[in-house]
């Protein structure tokens, strides 16, 4: 199906039994999330929201929520889209095999923008913020937010659709400061490209002008969060997956999309913020409370019969997950073009995706060797850390493809062929006092925080534990050792309090081991906690470790040196308990999750709902 609107796409899964009504009124404060995370998390349908208290229009959630559906939503132009990007990432394919990428050519015509006449598009009424349906997703969050916002702004110096940007920068509708129906706040953080726009609007002394699209069809959506080939737009882009040209018109000098079924259009000054936040993210925790821009309302948009489309996101998995999984198929090969050398790169979803990174490479500098060392890897790490989004990893462990087949996607496996070949004492690499993600609260403060490479090549070096080494049942201040993997074991401590605290208990651990070791069968250690919960599963030992701990200041080492500037040691250890400095976690509101067991049949833990379909 080629949606022209979201209305289209709804009806089309409710057809196919992918979508399910809820007719009851539903509460925008808490409620609708709470529903939307007990669906998704029982890889439920699509939910259409037909009464949302305090607002005439209606709501839809978990359109994303598997891979399955999404494929579904774009089944007519998947192939071609992917065929695209393929194209642009390596021409020379088109020259290789002309007849096969005739019809990617055709498909490519429809992806050009479509440029309407002046004025408000047909069917559009002006309405005000507070007429949106007002939706907060997590008790501590500051307001009620857009969570699926396609903020477009253009390049001052050359402005027009084609050198412009979209990007899904959340949107906070009211709370804080903000003066409703005049003000929202525009959340962006670092490597997103509206703000360069707003960085040379500003060296020009004028204000940028913004549209925020919300609905339309579903390919739009996706268009804002895609990282795309050199010289493929958004809006291109849009028009690709749509297989429908993306309409739009100028008012007031602002981009209007004709198929969206919402559109804010304002301005955002220089230098002008108001404090935005808290909102539950997706790392699991709250983004706290900091000074981001604010747009001035000009003129908010709705059209008849307007759907407002919005997720939840929290702890990994959650429907952005989908989102992940989609971009990775449709643009899985193009880093490879990107980043020479490099044959697959993972970003770790159940570790928030930015704060742990896996890749393979390659290692061909030097085959003439015995002594294999990581070499062009580092190389590879470096270009890794140097492009787009990859470039606020905070952990990167990476390796060469060379005594068996590996996938980075399979984390047990990837993890202990990697801890089975590193020299702990020269394959660590740092890089402090750098960027990591803004919704990273493990840092030094915003935006700011350290990276670590672990590489590793060669033969295997070591047998790794697989149950937990004696040594370990014993320890002063840490206990109740677990392990959570071969080679990697939990150990429960004390609460964190300092820094300087933590440097004495962690010393007397590190003199336990060397006087009563060594410990070669277990490279890594964790202190966390809570050992049991660290240990309990995979994902838990992921999000845990690599969310709450920042590599310069928590990472420590048994029998650790420094050598010209280079760190080393006999075994790793991650200090991955709580630090008063970070953001709380995500806690729903017991009195909500109760009030919203009225909508679930008795099988509530099957998270079928009882509801008309």
Request: net charge negative.
């Amino acid at each position: 199906m080629r949606y022209r609107n979201m209305e289209e796409c709804i009806m089309d899964l409710e057809k196919h039994g992918h979508l399910i009504r809820i007719h009851e009124e539903v509460d925008p404060h808490l409620e609708m999330a709470a529903i939307h995370l007990k669906v998704y998390e029982a890889g439920g349908p699509a939910l259409l929201f037909e009464k949302v208290k305090g607002s005439k229009y209606r709501a839809v959630s978990n359109l994303f929520g598997t891979i399955e559906r999404s494929k579904f939503i774009f089944r007519d132009t998947w192939e071609s889209s992917q065929a695209v990007i393929a194209l642009r990432s390596d021409p020379m394919k088109a020259l290789k095999q002309p007849f096969k990428y005739i019809g990617t050519g055709l498909s490519a015509r429809k992806a050009l923008p479509l440029k309407k006449r002046g004025g408000v598009p047909s069917g559009f009424e002006e309405i005000q913020i507070s007429d949106l349906p007002q939706i907060k997703h997590w008790p501590e969050d500051g307001g009620a937010f857009v969570t699926l916002p396609q903020v477009y702004s253009e390049d001052p110096d050359k402005p027009g659709i084609m050198n412009s940007n979209l990007g899904m920068y959340r949107i906070q509708l009211s709370g804080n400061e903000y003066e409703l129906n005049k003000e929202v706040g525009v959340h962006y953080q670092i490597h997103r490209g509206i703000g360069i726009h707003q960085a040379q609007a500003t060296k020009k002394g004028q204000p940028l002008k913004v549209s925020c699209f919300i609905g339309g069809p579903p390919a739009h959506t996706l268009s804002a969060v895609m990282p795309l080939p050199e010289g493929l737009s958004e809006m291109t882009f849009a028009g690709l997956l749509a297989g429908r040209h993306f309409r739009y018109s100028y008012v007031d000098g602002y981009c209007i999309s004709s198929d969206a079924d919402f559109v804010i259009t304002g301005e955002i000054y220089p230098g002008e913020t108001r404090p935005e936040g808290p909102f539950g993210d997706h790392l699991g925790y709250y983004s706290l409370t900091h000074p981001f821009p604010v747009m001035k309302v000009h003129k908010v948009y709705a059209k008849k019969g307007a759907i407002f489309p919005f997720t939840v996101v929290g702890r990994p998995p959650q429907e952005d997950t989908s989102f992940g999984e989609l971009i990775h198929e449709l643009t899985g090969g193009a880093v490879k073009s990107e980043v020479p050398g490099v044959k697959e790169v993972h970003a770790i979803d159940a570790a928030g995706v930015h704060p742990l990174l896996f890749a393979i490479g390659s290692e061909r500098y030097t085959p003439y060797q015995q002594l294999k060392q990581p070499a062009e890897l580092l190389t590879i790490a470096n270009r890794i850390l140097g492009t787009g989004q990859l470039s606020l990893a905070k952990y990167l462990f990476i390796t060469a493809e060379e005594e068996r087949a590996i996938s980075t996607h399979d984390i047990p496996d990837f993890l202990t062929y990697i801890l089975e070949r590193i020299n702990l004492r020269r394959d660590i690499h740092f890089q402090t006092n750098t960027t990591i993600d803004t919704l990273d609260y493990s840092g030094t403060g915003i935006n700011s925080g350290s990276k670590v490479v672990f590489a590793a090549v060669g033969e295997q070096k070591r047998s790794l534990c697989t149950e937990v080494p004696g040594l370990l049942k014993t320890l002063p201040v840490f206990g109740q050792a677990r392990m959570i993997m071969p080679g990697i074991v939990a150990v429960q401590g004390p609460k964190f309090v300092s820094y300087k605290e933590a440097q004495l208990e962690i010393d007397k651990l590190c003199d336990t081991i060397q006087e009563q070791g060594p410990l070669e069968s277990c490279p890594m250690l964790i202190l966390c906690d809570d050992s049991l919960f660290m240990s309990e599963t995979l994902s838990n030992f992921l999000w845990a470790t690599f969310t709450r701990s920042n590599p310069s200041h928590d990472i420590y080492g048994v029998n650790s040196t420094v050598e010209n500037k280079h760190w080393a040691c006999d075994n790793v250890i991650i200090d991955a308990r709580v630090k008063p400095h970070q953001a709380p976690p995500l806690i729903p509101d017991p009195a909500v999750e109760r009030n919203i067991e009225r909508l679930f049949a008795a099988e509530a833990s099957l998270g079928r709902l009882n509801l008309r379909r």
